[in-house]
């Protein structure tokens, strides 16, 4: 089945067939993006392969994840809840303190389990430092605890200085004000040793660890195994890669949702999380469409010419799948985008009002619902366009994440009809008078349309099977890289959008009526609050 599926992105005939480059982009990613060298690689690899217990995976994420947190929970836009009202100088950051001393706490947990018996020798070491008189014994004592040739070493540091970096804490919660210039000073002080740590540094954007970074779904890892092109299998391991991984963060935000003494740990967690699907969308709507041009590039450079010629046919539908494929990423990129915000600023509190003990459970794992409903859109989505009618993973309830799904839809159906009805009047009203137009068509909506729609609607033109599309994306297609607007052009793209917007219409009475959305009413007011976030970030 597998090899039947690899023709979606197409291969080369034989008489153009690439020499191929010896590559395993997921691989790859797991080995290259640590930041370790060869050797300290393969030392903490030995390490971790010698570990008795059957949970050490578990502790050694929940480890790095803490250890990212301390620097994404310092930045404001990771934040879960509104934006503040007061700013950061004026804030109490006692709160924020509660959520770093509970983190160092964990940390301190978690460096105790995996050093295990070694772990005896810290005690012994604080002993030594109390009765060891001479100042030159004690020097001797301070460089080897900042030894890290060894994993264990490393972690033995973290042990130390996560130790005083907790007591310290402790003190500062004693004030009855804790000023921004403090708070963030004992923070950054962390993020810069967690960044020294020479075995356990999580501190780089979209970085993998063979430890714990595993596709997990078989259907996800078919669709990797679909696609030929180097840069394109890169591209789409590393998005695959980073969605996984966001579930992981989830996972871990209601396993601390569950025990009243953590939970607010949750909010350091979503502070990562937030942190690396925004570096995410960033990359694949920035960077993703020109690293497959430029491999697609090396690749056409590689061939002789005679074999361009003979294979133009091949080389043009893979051209066209890439484009598609590129304009899926990005959709899917704004898609994402929007839902955290919405989810971090809508259905999650401010840590200062959020509820304590046993009430805030249930907020977070409401929250992280809709995140992990996001996170499974998007893998599912990724999978069909590789794999054209493949069912996609079911990574959770089947019947929860077939109502979701279709929650989803209906909304951006709704959305993006509200979008296309805007445009649709601007566009009228522009055309009513034509030497007006030819003198000051600087058409600002026509260009902000146009993103909308790959924000949006470039989704629902892909996933609703309308039988325009072809007229309707050549029609948009006229729209882009022109000054001004020519009006017999703007007329055609107005009647192709009036079809698509009946399309839209009898689209949204359709899902209506789906099984899974029986008994569940469309919610209007939440639909629109969620128009108008987007349109506020756009």
Not at 18 to 28: E, F, G, K, T, V
Not at 36 to 49: K, V
Request: net charge neutral; proline share 4%; aromatic share 8%.
């Amino acid at each position: 089945m597998a090899l039947d599926r690899r023709a979606r992105f197409g291969q080369y005939p034989n008489s153009m067939a690439l020499p191929a480059a010896s590559r395993d982009a997921y691989a790859n990613l797991l080995r290259d993006t640590r930041g370790l060298r060869r050797e300290q690689a393969t030392a903490r690899e030995s390490w971790y392969a010698a570990l008795p217990w059957k949970h050490k995976e578990q502790t050694l994420f929940e480890l790095e994840v803490l250890l990212k947190g301390f620097a994404c929970f310092g930045n404001a836009r990771n934040q879960a809840g509104p934006p503040r009202r007061t700013s950061e100088l004026a804030h109490d950051f006692r709160e924020e303190l509660g959520v770093v001393a509970a983190a160092l706490e964990r940390a301190i947990e978690c460096t105790r389990e995996l050093l295990g018996e070694r772990e005896r020798a810290y005690a012994f070491t604080r002993y030594l430092e109390s009765v060891t008189p001479g100042d030159v014994g004690r020097e001797r004592l301070l460089r080897e605890q900042l030894s890290q040739v060894t994993p264990q070493e490393s972690l033995f540091v973290l042990r130390n200085t996560f130790g005083a970096f907790f007591e310290l804490a402790g003190g500062l919660a004693q004030k009855p004000h804790l000023p921004h210039r403090l708070y963030h000073a004992l923070l950054g002080t962390i993020t810069r040793e967690v960044g020294r740590n020479a075995y356990f540094d999580p501190l780089i954007a979209l970085e993998f660890r063979p430890e714990f970074d595993r596709i997990r779904s078989p259907e996800a890892l078919e669709a990797l195994a679909s696609i030929e092109s180097d840069s394109v299998h890169r591209v789409v391991a590393l998005t695959m890669l980073s969605l996984f991984r966001t579930l992981r963060y989830v996972e871990l935000v209601d396993q601390y949702a569950t025990d009243a003494r953590r939970s607010r740990l949750g909010y350091l967690v979503l502070a990562v999380l937030r942190s690396d699907l925004r570096t995410l969308t960033r990359h694949l709507g920035t960077h993703a469409g020109d690293i497959m041009a430029d491999g697609l590039e090396r690749e056409l450079l590689a061939l002789p010419m005679a074999d361009v010629a003979q294979g133009y046919a091949a080389l043009s539908d893979r051209l066209s799948k890439m484009t598609s494929l590129r304009g899926l990423l990005a959709s899917m990129a704004n898609s994402l985008r929007l839902e955290v915000k919405r989810s971090f600023e809508r259905d999650l509190p401010n840590l200062e009002s959020a509820p304590v003990r046993d009430e805030l459970g249930p907020v977070l794992v409401v929250a992280t619902a809709s995140l992990r409903a996001s996170i499974h859109h998007a893998i599912g989505a990724v999978c069909q366009e590789l794999v054209p009618g493949v069912v996609p993973p079911v990574l959770g309830s089947k019947l929860s994440s077939q109502r979701r799904a279709s929650e989803r839809l209906r909304r951006d159906v709704w959305m993006f009809s509200r979008v296309l009805r805007g445009f649709l009047a601007k566009a009228k009203a522009a055309t009513g008078d034509p030497d007006r137009w030819a003198e000051s068509a600087r058409f600002a909506f026509v260009r902000e349309f146009l993103r909308h729609f790959r924000a949006i609607g470039y989704q629902l033109v892909r996933a609703s099977d309308y039988e325009g599309i072809d007229r309707f994306m050549v029609a948009l297609e006229t729209l882009r890289d022109v000054d001004l607007l020519d009006p017999d052009r703007l007329q055609i793209v107005v009647a192709e959008c009036e079809a698509f917007y009946a399309h839209l219409d009898a689209l949204f009475a359709q899902v209506s009526r789906r099984q899974e959305l029986s008994g569940h009413p469309f919610d209007k007011k939440e639909a629109a609050e969620t128009l108008k976030l987007y349109l506020g970030a756009a």
